[in-house]
């Protein structure tokens, strides 16, 4: 067991309890409150510090991005381009745990992540939900087939070369896409039918079991993709989203999940312009927003794209507490694993952070220890 003392307890909202515990009972939560006491557990003194649920990513691709076995640059194992449309696709089977291990997550208090195809494909697979640290892959792996994750960018035009039939345009995209929907949704109503893998997961977004996570950058680009959200019926977790246009009523009504990225790209040197004041408010307004790092260029890590939004958010307006909620709560009801992570209660996984202060405002307010599946994996040294 492990104790954590007298910490200044996050519940979200706003919300905190000076002087609380949270107990941690193997892998999850076992209670939360003042004075709490368990005989032979571990304990960690958080006096006059901060103890907040570990940040989700809703999408990230390092763990498949085989940055061990590449010499430079190259697709590895998130990036299959064998076919423009591939949902039966599931990334679990290009996990590496060695390469989540040796990123630094931990240290910046990312316990957890949507691990993600990347960004050729339309659809590019099946996600998973890992944590950062484990001892073998299943202890890492959460949950699977959590998502199907598409893409819905110009980066598509250029991944198959011309092969495969895949698509030239923009007018491609939303074509091939529709297609595949219109084809899985006939598929869904037959009586009798030939089971087809591709076609049963797309089913599974058609009847809302899991959403569609897909990159839109532009606005153009997030206009195709809902009104795809509109035809379909489909829950939608629209990613990058750089530029929401006046399709942001449109979202908020849907209760559509929109994940900001870092508002760079290093490998196309494309710079970003997002109105981070105007997120803000519409994140106020009921926007369901969340802040995400996605690694799938392998470069800058994750986590430092993570942190350095959530600094453009807060000179943007956004109080640390909102942003904390977009990098915790609100990225794991995205991915509907809010039953498993994303705020401190009895029964979720014991993925902490203990920290000087709010690392959601400050830079210098640094992740102290480090604590994932009740175990601490962590500690900053003075």
Same mark, same amino acid.
């Given at each position: ?21 949270? *107990?941690?009972?193997?892998? $999850? ?16 003194? /958080? ?22 076995? *590449? ?10 381009? $064998? ?8 990334? &679990? ?22 691990? $993600? ?40 035009? $250029? ?48 009847? &809302? ?140 996984? /014991? ?17 102290? &220890? ?13």
């Amino acid at each position: 067991m492990l104790l954590i003392k007298n910490g200044n307890v996050w519940l979200g909202k706003g919300e905190y309890r000076p002087g609380w515990d949270v *107990l941690c009972d193997g892998k $999850t939560i076992k209670a939360v409150g003042p004075d709490l006491a368990a005989e032979g557990a571990e304990v960690i003194d /958080a006096s006059g510090k901060n103890v907040y649920p570990g940040f989700v990513l809703a999408q990230c691709a390092i763990g498949a991005t085989s940055l061990l076995e *590449l010499d430079g640059f190259g697709t590895g194992d998130f990036n299959d381009t $064998t076919s423009p449309i591939q949902p039966q696709l599931d990334i &679990r089977y290009g996990l590496d745990l060695r390469e989540i291990k040796q990123q630094r997550f931990a240290q910046c208090g990312v316990t957890s992540y949507g691990l $993600t195809p990347g960004t050729g494909a339309l659809m590019a697979g099946q996600m998973a939900f890992v944590h950062v640290d484990g001892k073998n892959t299943k202890d890492v792996v959460l949950a699977d087939r959590i998502a199907l994750k598409g893409n819905y960018t110009g980066f598509v035009k $250029t991944a198959f070369g011309g092969k495969q039939k895949a698509p030239m345009t923009r007018m491609g995209i939303y074509a091939m896409l529709d297609e595949a929907f219109r084809a899985a949704k006939e598929y869904l109503e037959k009586a009798e039918k030939d089971y087809d893998e591709g076609k049963e997961v797309i089913c599974r977004v058609l009847r &809302r079991e899991i959403p569609f996570v897909v990159n839109a950058v532009t606005q153009s680009e997030v206009e195709g993709v809902c009104e795809l959200g509109e035809k379909y019926g489909l829950d939608l977790v629209i990613c990058g989203a750089y530029e929401l246009g006046s399709r942001a009523e449109t979202i908020i009504e849907h209760g559509w999940h929109v994940v900001l990225g870092a508002d760079y790209g290093v490998m196309d040197g494309k710079l970003r312009h997002i109105d981070y004041a105007a997120m803000t408010e519409l994140a106020r307004r009921g926007l369901k927003l969340s802040l995400f790092s996605a690694g799938d260029q392998a470069y800058p890590l994750a986590y430092e794209q993570l942190l350095w939004t959530a600094a453009l958010m807060h000179r943007g307006g956004a109080t640390g507490e909102e942003i904390l909620e977009m990098m915790t709560v609100n990225p794991a009801k995205a991915l509907r694993v809010d039953g498993l992570v994303g705020s401190i209660e009895p029964g979720k996984q /014991a993925d902490l952070i203990v920290c000087s202060g709010n690392p959601a405002e400050r830079f210098d307010a640094f992740i102290e &220890r480090t604590v994932v599946a009740g175990r601490e994996i962590f500690r900053r040294e003075a």
